[in-house]
Structure formats: structure tokens, C-alpha cells
């Protein structure tokens, strides 16, 4: 996989962040702990086909995410590789072009979002089981983990969606199970904490 320099993704970012804070109103808290530069992987929870979007308005940065491979090979494929996005097998045991086009980017010293409950969570659980993908870039490159968790609501100018980032996870001496354990439970715990007015 040929890695993209995201150049829609720069020339579009400022454009698309002021129409999403236009539209849905939303908060944000803790967005600082993101780093101005450098490698880092942003992981959280995976509610709306919009959370990229709300990630992304974050910072500054160009964010490469992980995306279902049907985004990348549908009518608007184009746009998903012009912004640096990464496809993502949902279907499949092992992602390891994914993997390692994203391990590429970090030791590149970009930043990386992904989802590590692997798609959408559809169910009443507060979060699905996790993958071990984001945790596995994170030991290989030897970068933090920027947890977050997005509660509320979609809805014009909104009341309650918010992005909420927790403190920087440093996950070089686990296991990849005790960090991707570790993971889950940080993310659920914003969750938690965040979910006041759903």
C-alpha cells in the first residue's frame, strides 16, 4: 500500500471542522494532551460514522484513520485514500496491510486513529470487545496511546456531544493483553464519567 501524503485531508481539515462545530455544537475536552507533532495512536469508542470527523477537528494534525475496506473500494474510494485514510478488512482474522501501513505512518511520525472495538457498536453494551491492533502499533513504534470517549448525540446544535481525551498511555512494559486491557478499561471509564444528558 502506497502511504498518502493526505493531501485533500490538509486542504479540506479547516473547512470540515468549521462546519461540524457549526452543526453539532460539540465539546471538547482535554484535546491538549494531543500532541503538536510526533507519533501517538488516538483510540476510542466507535458510536457514529461522524466520530472520525469529531476526532480529526481536534487538532491541527493530519489524522490517518482506520476505515472499513467498503469505504476505500466504493464510489468515493478516491476520497478515502486522497486523505490518508487506512483500509480496514472487517471480516478478516488479521489485518496485517493495515497494520503495518499504520506502524509505517507512525514511524513516520504521524498520528493514527482508530476504533479497537473493530466497527460501529450497535448494542446496549458500553463498549464491545476490544482488538488488540491499536496497542500492537503502539509497542512496535514505542508511542502512546491518547485514549478518548464520544458521548451524546448527532443532532443540530446539540447539547450533549462531547469528546472527552484521557491522559497519555504508556504501554511499552504490558503485554499486548494487559494493554489492550488496560485500554478498554480507560476508555469505559470516560465513557462513564461523560454520559450525562444521553
Known amino acids: 500500500m ?7 485531508y490538509r486542504l479540506f481539515q479547516p473547512a470540515f471542522t468549521v462546519i461540524f462545530k ?3 455544537n460539540p465539546k471538547y475536552v482535554n484535546k491538549g494532551v494531543i500532541p503538536k ?3 501517538c495512536v488516538i483510540a476510542g469508542n466507535h458510536k457514529h460514522a461522524l466520530d472520525p470527523i469529531f476526532v480529526d477537528s481536534s487538532t491541527g494534525r493530519v489524522i490517518h484513520t482506520l476505515a472499513k475496506k467498503e469505504l476505500h473500494d466504493g464510489p468515493f474510494g ?3 485514500r486522497a486523505v490518508g485514510s487506512i483500509p480496514v478488512d472487517l ?6 496491510g493495515a497494520l503495518n501501513a499504520a506502524v509505517e505512518y507512525l514511524n513516520k511520525g504521524y498520528a493514527i486513529n482508530v476504533s479497537p472495538e473493530a466497527g460501529r457498536n450497535y448494542t446496549k453494551e458500553i463498549l464491545l470487545p476490544f482488538k488488540p491492533g491499536a496497542v500492537v502499533m503502539a509497542k512496535r513504534t514505542g508511542c502512546k496511546i491518547i485514549p478518548y470517549s464520544i458521548t451524546g448525540d448527532y443532532k443540530f ?3 450533549n456531544l462531547k469528546i ?3 491522559e497519555p498511555l504508556d504501554v511499552s512494559e504490558l503485554s499486548v493483553e494487559e494493554g489492550t486491557q488496560l ?3 480507560t476508555i469505559k471509564k470516560l465513557l462513564l464519567e461523560n454520559r450525562d444528558g444521553e
Do not use: I, Q, T
Not at 502506497?2 to 485533500?8: H, N
Open 2 to 8: 502506497k502511504l498518502s501524503d493526505a493531501f485533500v
Open 22 to 24: 457549526v452543526l453539532y
Open 37 to 39: 507533532d510526533g507519533a
Open 78 to 80: 478516491w476520497f478515502f
Open 91 to 96: 471480516d478478516a482474522k488479521h489485518n496485517k
Open 157 to 159: 446544535r446539540s447539547r
Open 164 to 166: 472527552c481525551y484521557g
Open 183 to 185: 485500554l478498554f478499561e
